[in-house]
């Protein structure tokens, strides 16, 4: 059966993770800026950087909370 090698086609993205959020919104805006339209989608890119923010945000977060687990553990014992 030769279907069964064809490779199979990309039909989206998958965002699980705040970095697969703010991956994506990089690579928007920087097709923006590559093709010289960045003035003609300012509040777009402005409402994606906020997202992204976000996301780093999120990504910080779950990282405090790692560390403060770790230290609460720590007087715990």
């Known amino acids: 059966m030769s279907e069964n090698n ?3 086609q990309r039909r989206g ?3 699980r993770t705040p970095e697969d959020v703010r991956r994506l919104i990089q690579r928007i805006c920087s097709r ?3 093709e010289e339209v960045e003035l003609e989608h ?3 890119i402005s409402q994606l950087l906020g997202n992204w923010l976000k996301a ?3 990504d910080k977060i779950s990282d405090i909370e790692k560390r403060l687990d770790t230290l609460e ?3 715990k014992k």
């Open 73 to 75: 553990k720590g007087v």
């Open 56 to 58: 780093w945000e999120l």
């Open 13 to 15: 993205v998958t965002l």
């Open 32 to 34: 923006a800026f590559q």
């Open 6 to 8: 064809i490779a199979k």
């Open 42 to 44: 300012a509040g777009k």
